[in-house]
């Protein structure tokens, strides 16, 4: 369903209000008198079958006895009505649907089925969208658009405010209008029977006048659109979430180690990370950070200098700032010259600047006016705590002069009751942000620092890794296939390390004795010292049973161990199933870490990657990281690195280092594995030994569920798209040259900047439309860091072994999905040398497989009426070409795929 109706819904020209009313109790009262004192630019409606006028405005029997179809319509009546009303917009053509009403979902089974029949009357309109039911509704400040039944309408801002809870948004409100705190859109979306967070996400994102989004979330039903919506939004403006329920009772941890070790709040903070959304824990935080980002000045780091009339204060801001990762600025010697000459001899002669007990407002203009002007500094923070001598209101007068102009983020937190209120609402009426605590500004600067700081580590460049995966996943699938092919069961460890030996994860050889006497057989084909472990599928955790025996010498050592093991498993697990025993070699593990790498199949974002600090003792020391498939070597990397053990892999107390590049190859055939596998629904490596030669997994468990595993649902456990191997295929230049075309990756962004940079000004000027200069990463990071979910960029490469003698890029076609999925914009760079070699034809075939793969109905582009290689691309795959009506220098390309 196509975002852009939503405008209908946020940029109405007329309104219908079903239920208006003059009962100033009832809803439909609240919503048009909003609607009336809000200064509405456009018509509003009442539609109220009983009345000749309400509010003192004309009011209509029904839809359609309206003199023009509404944009929006807003339905305040009760629930068995709206189906009803529902079916006349639709029919009359209205695009934009509000159902405030309550008694659907909410209310129990007659509830669903209500809601089941409205959404069947949206589906038989032409592009309907729908917010709600059960809503509070809809706020547009800036046109004057209030259709909810809150209290009062905040002034217009660049914050859009997505929220799941009604009460919380009117709380929002309240508090958004005494602070002075400015919104693009307010939302609350109820049930998001129709449109969800995904779809509202993407629409704020085409809003040049929205510059952040803050959002407060129950449950998500689609996790995939709204990972995808996210992930493009958090890209050049931040996302500040709030997810209720982080302890739901229901949630019951799985019999594996990664169940034991992953909670359902845990998947949803990996998540958040994953999309670039920035996650607060209290209420209070989402405030504060509404503060900071409603005033339009975002930290450019955490490099903090703070200002202060008292040292205690001082101290608790710089506990507050190294507690969250910041730092505080190191200031310049021209700054510490300027405050030595500006500030009494008895200033603190550092950061923080303490300005003294007895500081005029001129002494606090002057000191923040300096540390602002810091090239080393990122933002200051301004403390005030009233003394005798303190004026606090004329102090946040001067502080508010001087940084009126400044570029940098200038916080303030004026600490106190009466003595200091006035100058805190002086603060907040001029712009500036104004905290009752240190502590509480300190809060809301670090989130926005952490956001920046996830999306630089998500796009950073990945680093040289010497990963060879190699792996052919079509011809892996048939052994895939065998070893998964029961559904809801346990497989054996020979089986389970048979599954990752296929993916070329390497594994302790593994034999299966059903007898004490082919145990030993098999301990003596192996070579003793051997293990030998229980196999059970009804036994988890197998030393708990006595059933994991190390460091088996000979024969006689094999027999004991058998038959106690047998004997103490029958005894602790009388209702288990024993299968024997597992027999392998008896690795030396004293220069190894013993480490944790599972999934668990999550049931909002499917599939979620555990790794963590494994052995027997793995749930309670409880270090693990959660990534979500597919993970590329950089995303790896950076769960390694978010681990509190991770000094045991780099050579702790003169230890050997780990070979830290093979447990990210091993992670990545793991994450290819689980990408692979619909139905598996947990996998433990545990324990993954990983050593300064290499890793090896000692004991593998599998479970599978009943998922399909038909074509259809290949990607249905993933939230992330990942990259498509399949797409990989090599061709032959005019030239005689091989070519291999694949999906861009991350790790293409040099090779990228290498092919741009290669290219002539008339060749940049005909693909951008302008002059492009040094690319810089910001550039690749839109161009190479791509969401196959709604976008594709099939790059032609020059393998490395041809005459250039290395891999080179040199030509890219490009698809660009609008967010609902039925249109795309094509577009395609070849590089100087290789144009005219059929390189351009090859790279458009292409994409017009994968697009009507995607199952996009339209392609479109443009081009310049000087490109006519590219006019006759486009001709010669029957595209319609025709002026643009904006420019007459380009002409525009459309096809319908069918």
Known sequence: MSVRNLDRVFNPKRVAIVGASDNTSSVGYAVLNNMIGGGFQGVVYPVNPKREAVQGIAAYK??????????????????????????????????????????????????????????????????????????????????????????????????AFITQSGALGTSVLDWAIRKGIGFSQFVSVGNMAEA??????????????????????????????????ARAFTKTKPIIAYKAGRFAESAAAAASHTGALMGADDVHDAAFRRAGIERVYEIDDM?????????????RGGRLAIVTNAGGPGVMATDALIARGGTLAKLSSETMEELNAALPAYWSHNNPIDVLGDAPPERYAVATSIVADDP????????????????????????????????KLVLTAWAGGASVIEGRELLSQRGIPAYPTPERAIQGLMHLVNYQRNIAALYETPRDVPVELELKTEEIKPKRTELLSTPNTTLSEVDGKALLKSYGIPVAETLIATTEDQAVTHAEAIGYPVVMKILSPDITHKTDVGGVRLNLANEDDVRYAWQRMMQRAAEVKPDAQLDGATVQPMIDTRDSVEMILGAIKDPVFGSVILLGFGGVTAEVWQDRVLGLPPLTEKLADNMINS?????????????????????????IRFSYLIADSPNIAELDINPLLVGPTGTIALDARVMTDDAPVTPDARLSHLAI??????????????????????????????????????????????????????????????????????????VAMLPADSPDGEEKMIGVGRLICEPDGRSAEYAVLVADGYQGQGLGLTLTERCLDVARAMDVQRVYGTTSVN?????????????????????DSLVTAELALT
């Open 196 to 229: 969800d967070f995904a779809d509202l996400i993407d629409y704020f994102g085409q809003d040049s006048g929205t510059d952040a989004i803050l959002v407060y979330i129950e449950s998500i039903a689609n996790a995939r659109a709204f990972v995808s919506a």
């Open 721 to 794: 798209h990942p990259y498509q191997a399949k797409l990989e295929e090599s061709f032959t230049l005019a030239d005689g040259s091989t070519v291999v075309v694949r999906p861009i990756r991350p790790a293409d962004e040099p090779a990228w900047h290498d092919m741009v940079a290669s290219c002539s000004p008339d060749t940049l000027q005909a693909r951008f439309f302008q002059s492009i200069g040094k690319t810089t990463h910001a550039m690749a990071t839109r161009y190479c860091y791509i969401d196959y979910d709604r976008e594709m960029a099939l």
């Open 643 to 667: 681990l509190k053990s991770k000094p045991l892999l780099e050579g702790y107390r003169g230890a050997p280092k780990a070979d830290k590049n093979a447990l990210i190859e091993a992670m």
């Open 867 to 887: 490109n006519p290689r590219m006019v006759a691309t486009f001709k010669d795959h029957g595209f319609e070409i025709a002026p643009d009506p904006e420019d």
């Open 62 to 159: 029904s839809l359609e006895a309206l003199p023009n179809v509404p944009d929006l319509v807003v339905i305040c009546t009760p629930a068995f009505t709206v189906p009803g009303i529902v079916k006349s917009a639709v029919e009359l053509g209205v695009k934009g649907i509000c159902v405030i009403s309550a008694g659907f979902r909410e209310a129990g089974e007659e509830g669903i089925k209500l809601e089941q029949e409205v959404l069947a009357e949206i589906a038989k309109g032409d592009g309907v969208r729908m917010i709600g039911p059960n809503c509070l509704g809809v706020i547009v400040p800036g046109i004057g658009l209030n259709a909810s039944f809150t209290v009062g309408t905040p002034k217009p801002g660049n914050i």
């Open 287 to 299: 405030f504060d950070c509404a503060e900071l980002l409603g005033r339009r000045k975002v930290p």
């Open 376 to 407: 080393n500094v990122d933002a200051v923070l301004v403390i005030l705590t009233p003394q005798a001598m303190t004026d606090a209101t004329a102090a946040a007068e001067a502080v508010a002069d001087v940084v009126h102009n400044s570029n």
